[in-house]
């Protein structure tokens, strides 16, 4: 490959999903003198909000949150994914940042050579079909954690003798024609409680059927102090961030209070949820986990759709495990048939350890799971190299934000100190450092993670190497956090 053909940028962020575009913003803003570019391999923007096209498909998080700090959300707080890309699209044009992004690109691999003190990028021009070349200073990883390309599905006995229809959510077929027929959903997450009401009125019937029951809460999907700002005529910037700072406010006072008094959290949930289905409903068997509320982020159920679909009786919960498909349905552990024309495998995803990309360090294959994470968010051993891996209880974008700050912070300190490469490295404090896993499993357990987290960086007891999780605690961190703490060397 000649020279010509390789582009030079100083930072490259991988995806032009949420995590990506936010990271763009933050360059132009606090880093306005670097040359950046996006590759992306979809043909558009949006990432997670673009891949998925099921019924239905909105956040389940508001979007107070969601949202970027900089740029107000004025709607409804829960999103459909359209008004996600919409908002994504203001964000775009306002800043001008599609002149930055690149589709149609799949970075293959990368490799790091400390004497060039940049990475080299191998990337397949999906129009064009060629190899091209890049090359940065500073790689911004975005490429979110899961594989867009190709969803999980368990492998379960009899399969093949069902003679319906199987679809995965993220995979949806435009076509799926599910009028009068009947439907049954596998999985009781936020995808299978957003699917469930948005086909209900058209399917004959629709059951979810679950392993186990998850934590949902049911509001009305509005915010009672936004409208009250918007009635006030209160700018637009200040209602979201006093609305913003209010549900932070209160999810932290919920997320303490479920390590203190789990049972109370409980009951509020399923208060809620037992005001639209009735006493009569065994709320205990079908929506009250064995866990403890907020070991993951507790899908919010807007104006509680799921329930009233259950309510109406166009939608029903089967709490049971599956034995076997069969020609026409899937036949349960206790012996129930459940008769299906469409069978929905709402049963998540497959981590995507840095986005399927091989990296080498100076020619040396990575081997990510032989790292230590320094604050979650970047690794011992691998240079001038960034990863948003967002919250798991709060929305992933909060993070994204505050990572987004902290890169921009850490590249203007390596400019005014005349660095060129910054890699953590263990201390020699840090040397006989217990190492514990990327997450603690006790703490969150969400099965796409558990699945693969041998494959995962370590983390380690001791500040900087503890990935805590807690944005209650980055917030106040990241944006001051010391960048000459004895654990980024530089060079
Ligand atoms: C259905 C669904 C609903 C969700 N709802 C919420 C919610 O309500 N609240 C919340 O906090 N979180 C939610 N999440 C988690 C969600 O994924 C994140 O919140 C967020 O959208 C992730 O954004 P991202 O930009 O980091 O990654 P992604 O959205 O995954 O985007 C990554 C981008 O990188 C690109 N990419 C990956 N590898 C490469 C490569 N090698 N080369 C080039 N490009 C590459 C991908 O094509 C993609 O466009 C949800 C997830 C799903 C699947």
């Avoid at 006030?232 to 390590?259: G, N």
């Avoid at 020619?363 to 190299?385: I, Q």
Wanted: charged share 25%; aromatic share 12%; proline share 5%.
């Amino acid at each position: 490959m000649t020279n010509e053909t390789i582009e030079h940028f100083d930072v490259l962020i991988v995806g032009a999903g949420i995590s990506g575009i936010g990271g763009a913003y933050h360059l132009l803003q606090e880093c306005p003198d670097k040359s950046f570019v996006i590759l992306e391999t979809m043909d558009s923007f949006g990432g997670t909000w673009k891949t998925h096209t099921y019924p239905g498909i909105r956040s389940d998080s508001d979007l107070y949150t969601f949202g970027y700090g900089f740029k107000p959300w004025t709607g409804p707080p829960i999103a459909t994914a359209q008004e996600i890309l919409d908002y994504m699209g203001e964000v775009i044009e306002e800043n001008d940042i599609s002149t930055h992004i690149r589709y149609g690109h799949t970075i293959e691999t990368a490799q790091w050579s400390s004497s060039e003190k940049r990475w080299t990028l191998s990337v397949k021009n999906l129009e064009e079909g060629r190899q091209v070349e890049f090359t940065c200073g500073f790689l911004w990883m975005c490429q979110g954690y899961y594989r867009h390309t190709d969803p999980y599905t368990p492998e379960w006995e009899g399969m093949e003798q069902f003679q319906g229809t199987i679809v995965h959510p993220q995979t949806w077929p435009d076509d799926l024609d599910y009028t009068n027929k009947k439907v049954v959903v596998i999985g009781s997450g936020a995808t299978a409680a957003t699917l469930i009401p948005a086909m209900a009125d058209k399917t004959e019937h629709v059951t979810m059927l679950q392993r186990s029951p998850t934590f949902f809460v049911a509001r009305p999907n509005n915010n009672e102090l936004a409208d009250t700002l918007r009635q006030l005529d209160i700018p637009d910037e200040w209602t979201h961030e006093i609305v913003r700072k209010k549900i932070l406010f209160d999810q932290e006072q919920i997320v303490q209070m479920s390590f203190q008094y789990p049972d109370l959290v409980r009951e509020e949930l399923y208060k809620g949820i037992r005001e639209i289905l009735g006493e009569d409903y065994d709320v205990s068997e079908h929506f009250e986990p064995a866990y403890r509320p907020w070991q993951q982020r507790i899908a919010l159920i807007p104006d509680g759709d799921l329930f009233h679909s259950i309510a109406a009786g166009d939608a029903s919960v089967v709490t049971d495990e599956i034995a076997t498909f069969v020609e026409n349905g899937i036949e349960t552990e206790s012996g129930q048939l459940l008769e299906a024309d469409i069978i929905v495998t709402a049963t998540g995803f497959d981590l995507s350890i840095l986005g399927d990309i091989s990296f080498t360090i100076d020619d040396e294959p990575l081997d990510f799971s032989k790292t230590v994470g320094y604050r979650g968010m970047m690794f011992t051993g691998l240079p001038n190299l960034i990863w948003v891996f967002g919250y798991f209880r709060a929305s992933w974008t909060l993070r994204a934000d505050l990572i987004a700050g902290y890169v921009c912070r850490l590249l203007q300190h390596m400019d005014s100190k005349g660095f060129q490469t910054v890699i953590p490295t263990l201390r020699p404090e840090d040397e006989d450092m217990e190492l514990l896993p990327w997450v603690d499993p006790e703490n969150f357990n969400p099965g796409y993670l558990m699945r693969s987290i041998h494959l995962m960086p370590k983390q380690g007891t001791v500040d900087p190497w503890k990935h805590t999780q807690d944005y209650w605690r980055d917030k106040d961190e990241l944006p001051v956090v010391e960048l000459d703490d004895g654990a980024l060397l530089y060079k």
